[in-house]
Antibody, heavy 125, light 110 residues
Framework: QVQLVQSGPELKNPGASVNISCKAS????????MSWVRQAPGQGLEWMGW????????TYARGFTGRFVFSLDTSVSTAYLQINSLRPEDTGLYFC??????????????????WGQGTLVTVSP | QSVLTQPPSVSAAPGQKVAISCSGS????????VFWYQHLPGSAPRLLIY???KRPSGIPDRFSGSKSHTSATLAITGLQTGDEADYYC???????????FGGGTKLTVL
């Protein structure tokens, strides 16, 4: 079945970097973009952007530019999220999710299915 | 502050019905399909409703979606304790050029 499996929890000091992996199986990896979604403690879901798995081109949502890096290794059907210069406010649960995108006459339709199980990132001295 | 507005919580007794609202604007819900997700703590979020009112295979018909103008509603009938979860609406916002989520609604089955 279509499945996304993420790497385990991370505990990092402020200023460090973290790299989260998301391994896809059950479908052709390059057929769908991969999105990342954050859930801060006690908060809702926040779309971080996505990466085109065909050409590796990333699109970052507002608030996720600069320190956040999306990348791929298509040889192992895996997407990565790297966060640099970690801050305590980066603490949260990070999900990868396969992006399903349909073009309309005006704009696009986007939904996320399936999702990874989430990776907890804790930034604390 | 989320672009889409949901009530923080709803509750009802087992067997009852509950409705969760999702309010947006002409640049998002008013111009695009709405999707609903169920998120049980410790699990991956799951797609519950797509394109306003369609259910993926495996989703019981107790779950239904509707939309009118710039608002959408998720209805759950025959509530079960296993339905206790956070529910999120989502759509694409053409002005922000971003996927936007509601703030989430915690469902408690009393």
């Amino acid at each position: 079945q279509v499945q996304l499996v993420q790497s385990g929890p991370e505990l990092k000091n402020p200023g460090a970097s973290v790299n989260i992996s998301c391994k896809a199986s059950g479908y052709t990896f390059i057929s769908h973009a991969m999105s990342w979604v954050r859930q801060a403690p006690g908060q809702g879901l926040e779309w971080m952007g996505w990466i085109n798995t065909n050409d590796g081109h990333p699109t970052y949502a507002r608030g996720f530019t600069g320190r956040f890096v999306f990348s791929l290794d298509t040889s192992v059907s895996t997407a990565y999220l790297q966060i640099n210069s970690l801050r305590p406010e980066d603490t949260g649960l990070y999900f990868c999710a396969r992006a399903n995108i349909i073009s309309k006459v005006r704009g696009i339709v986007v939904w996320f299915d399936p999702w990874g199980q989430g990776t907890l990132v804790t930034v604390s001295p | 502050q989320s672009v889409l507005t949901q009530p923080p919580s709803v509750s009802a007794a087992p067997g009852q019905k509950v409705a969760i609202s999702c309010s947006g604007s002409s640049s998002n819900i008013g111009d695009n399909y709405v999707f609903w997700y169920q998120h049980l703590p410790g699990s991956a979020p799951r797609l519950l409703i797509y394109e306003d009112n369609k259910r993926p295979s495996g989703i019981p018909d107790r779950f239904s979606g509707s939309k009118s103008h710039t608002s959408a509603t998720l209805a759950i009938t025959g509530l079960q304790t296993g339905d206790e979860a956070d529910y999120y609406c989502e759509t694409w916002d053409g002005t922000l050029t971003a996927a936007v989520f509601g703030g989430g609604t915690k469902l408690t089955v009393l």
